[in-house]
């Protein structure tokens, strides 16, 4: 139902813009998160946007380098990364929840991940 796509590799301080369609079911009213997982990590929390978009979180390792936002007539988000780093290089996800919440178990939905590789 959650669809992402974006992923690529990228030198470090380049830019991607991450994509998560939903399909099934309109999650115009949750709010939609991103994760990431690194090979040996745990999946952490990077970005979440409410259902308006009037309010978005984010963290701390990303903040004010990546931009959450979304169309809700296109039932899609984005994650938009700027200045990545190599340590930004993971798996990422998308899920969704009706709660502000960042930790993945409390997310209901989710897509299977893009892999986002950023080279040194």
Excluded: H
Excluded at 88 to 103: E, K, L, M, N, S
């Amino acid at each position: 139902q959650l669809q992402a796509s974006g992923g690529g590799l990228v030198q470090a301080g380049g830019s991607l813009r991450l994509s998560c369609v939903a399909s099934g079911r309109t999650f115009s009213s949750y709010v939609m998160g991103w994760f990431r997982q690194a090979p040996g990590k745990e999946r952490e929390f990077v970005a979440a946007i409410i259902w308006s978009g009037a309010s978005t979180y984010y963290a701390d390792s990303v903040k004010g380098r990546f931009t959450a936002s979304r169309d809700n007539a296109k039932n899609t988000v984005y994650l938009q990364m700027n200045s990545l780093k190599p340590e930004d290089t993971a798996v990422y996800y998308c899920a969704a929840d009706r709660r502000i919440v960042v930790t993945a178990s409390d997310y209901d939905y989710w897509g299977q991940g893009t892999l986002v590789t950023v080279s040194s």
